[in-house]
C-alpha cells in the first residue's frame, strides 16, 4: 500500500454565508449520485444518524437532507477518547424538472441514506415503433 492510499479524508464542514446561532458543527455528508432510465438515486453518507434523526425537505425544486448525530456514549460512561463527533448533516441539491417530486423515496441503512428520485414519464427513454408505410 501506498502513503495516498493511507490517508484519511477529513470531514468537510458546511460553508455558511452568515453566522449560526446552533453551537454544533455543519458537515457536508459525501454522496454518490447516479442515474438509470427511470431515476436519479442519491446515497449520502450519514454514520452515526439514526432514521429518526433525518429530516428530507422539498421546497421549490431543492432537495435537503438534513441528519443530526447525538453522543454515542450513555450517561453513564466517561470518555476516555473521543474522535466521533456529534453534529449535522447538511446538503442541498437542486432537482431537475424532469424528477417527478412527488414520488420520492428514501431509506436509512447502516449509515447510509439512499433518496430515490424518480424521473418523470415523458422524460424516461423510450423506443418509437416504426410502422410500414
Not at 421546497?59 to 476516555?80: P, Q, Y
Not at 463527533?85 to 446538503?91: A, K, Q
Request: glycine content about 10%; charged content about 30%.
Amino acid at each position: 500500500m501506498t502513503d495516498k492510499e493511507l490517508q484519511v479524508k477529513q470531514r468537510q464542514e458546511v460553508q455558511q454565508a452568515g453566522e449560526s446561532t446552533k453551537p454544533e458543527r455543519q458537515y457536508v455528508p459525501p454522496v454518490d449520485i447516479f442515474e438509470s432510465k427511470d431515476s436519479v438515486t442519491v446515497m449520502a453518507e450519514m454514520p452515526g444518524v439514526a432514521k429518526g434523526g433525518v429530516r428530507i425537505g422539498l421546497e421549490e425544486g431543492t432537495l435537503t437532507i438534513e441528519g443530526t448525530r447525538g453522543d454515542v456514549a450513555g450517561s453513564a460512561e466517561n470518555f476516555l477518547l473521543r474522535e466521533f463527533e456529534t453534529g449535522h448533516y447538511l446538503r442541498r441539491f437542486t432537482l431537475a424538472e424532469t424528477i417527478d417530486q412527488e414520488k420520492i423515496e428514501a431509506t436509512m441503512t447502516n449509515g447510509i441514506l439512499t433518496v430515490v428520485l424518480p424521473k418523470r414519464e415523458q422524460a424516461r427513454p423510450r423506443q418509437i415503433e416504426v410502422k410500414a408505410g
